[in-house]
């Protein structure tokens, strides 16, 4: 695994520039001791948005980045890019084809050294993500490890994202598909609601990512931060 800006993440929260989040939440998630907040969102991401929250989360210490889908969105200023591919989904504008287009547009903007590519697999069919994308979300436990290990062992991907948004998804797949990595930095989202949750998850992602819960239940998804960094420690 490269040493990169998100290498030593246990724990984030992602923030979704199109909800409003007030400033004394806002305020609690920066304080709260998570590694990091991800600024990122399905639907509704615009550059004004993303300036906006950004700004604000600004105001904190806290590292800050972005999951960046769309050139038009392009904000500076945060500590670090993902570009995210989508590794279950038949059509190629998703896992390529958006890519190269705004490479070919903007990639000499880029700041490479702050960049890294995010490989997802998506398994929640009724997540936006799996609709906007056309992901095949319904994958067998080999079709799972198969399409991480193409990430990792031959694309040599830096970042895999186990994506269950919306719910809490299958530990043991998690947990198989930890074991056959060779490199990629492993992070997994979906449906963390609770410190038990964010505790198992964090048995075997790298990188716990808390996204609902905020805007849910925010004492809750306070308490994952402990959860992770305790089960970490264990
Ligand atoms: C979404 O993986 C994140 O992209 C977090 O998922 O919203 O279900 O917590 P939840």
């Known amino acids: 695994m490269r040493p990169s800006f998100y290498s030593d993440w246990k724990h984030v929260f992602k923030l979704d520039p199109d909800?409003?989040?007030?400033?004394a939440s806002l305020d609690a998630l920066c304080e709260s001791g998570?590694?990091?907040?991800?600024?990122?969102?399905?639907?509704?991401?615009?550059?004004?948005?993303?300036?906006?929250?950004?700004?604000?989360?600004?105001?904190?210490?806290?590292?800050?980045?972005?999951?960046?889908?769309?050139p038009a969105c392009g904000v500076p200023g945060f500590d670090g890019y993902f570009i995210p591919s989508v590794l279950n989904t038949n059509r190629a504008e998703w896992l390529i084809g958006r890519h190269a287009e705004a490479l070919r547009d903007f990639g000499h903007l880029l700041p490479w050294e702050s960049i890294a590519g995010e490989a997802y697999l998506v398994l929640n069919p009724d997540s936006t993500v799996a609709r906007l994308t056309g992901a095949n979300a319904s994958l067998s436990i080999g079709e799972a490890v198969a399409y991480s290990q193409v990430a990792d062992r031959l694309w040599n991907v830096p970042v895999l994202y186990v994506e269950y948004s919306g719910t809490f998804g299958d530990m043991d797949l998690l947990s198989t598909i930890k074991n056959s990595l060779?490199?990629?930095?492993l992070f997994y989202g979906g449906g963390i609601n609770s410190p038990e949750?964010?505790?198992?998850?964090?048995?075997?992602?790298?990188t716990v990512v808390v996204g609902n819960a905020i805007y849910e239940n925010l004492d809750a998804a306070l308490a994952t931060v402990s959860a992770v960094n305790q089960a970490v420690k264990g």
């Open 197 to 206: 949750r964010a505790a198992m998850a964090a048995c075997f992602a790298d």
């Open 182 to 185: 060779q490199q990629a930095h």
């Open 34 to 70: 998570t590694d990091a907040i991800l600024v990122g969102g399905s639907s509704g991401v615009t550059f004004d948005n993303t300036v906006d929250l950004m700004s604000r989360i600004r105001r904190y210490e806290v590292p800050c980045a972005f999951e960046l889908s769309d």
């Open 19 to 23: 909800r409003e989040i007030t400033d």
